[in-house]
């Protein structure tokens, strides 16, 4: 499967955003997505996760309760909706796949990635 990442961009602090991670090449509803971050000198960390069927989600304690991930199936599309956004959060997102009924947090865990969207939060 290949994933194509979109919508990060320079938003000032307390803003929103809303990434986008697009799939191609199998079918979408059979995987397990997941976002991941990575900022300058950083390793890369667990944003947010959601199972194939959406049932199950799950965040990153610094992100809980601002960030929101969803998909639609029908669209081959994750999304992550940013709100409350913080300069901390200013990283590359990099979205994540795997063909999986399990709920996945750790990036070893994942085999596919997109090339990542940059998201920079002015403060």
């Known amino acids: 499967v290949q994933l194509q990442a979109s919508g990060g961009g320079l938003v000032q602090a307390g803003g929103s955003l809303r990434l986008s991670c697009t799939a191609s090449?199998?079918?979408?509803?059979?995987?397990?997505m997941g976002w991941f971050r990575q900022a300058p000198g950083n390793e890369r960390e667990f944003v947010a996760a959601?199972?194939?069927?959406?049932?199950?989600?799950v965040y990153a304690d610094s992100v809980k309760g601002r960030f929101t991930i969803s998909r639609d199936n029908a669209k081959n599309t994750v999304y992550l909706q940013m709100n409350s956004l913080k300069p901390e959060d200013t990283a590359v997102y990099y979205c994540?796949?795997?063909?999986?009924?399990?709920?996945?947090?750790?990036?070893?865990?994942?085999?596919?990635w997109g090339q990542g969207t940059q998201v920079t939060v002015s403060s």
């Open positions: 994540a796949a795997r063909l999986t009924l399990a709920l996945l947090t750790s990036a070893t865990q994942y085999d596919y």
């Open positions: 090449g199998r079918p979408f509803s059979s995987y397990a």
């Open positions: 959601i199972t194939s069927n959406a049932r199950y989600t």
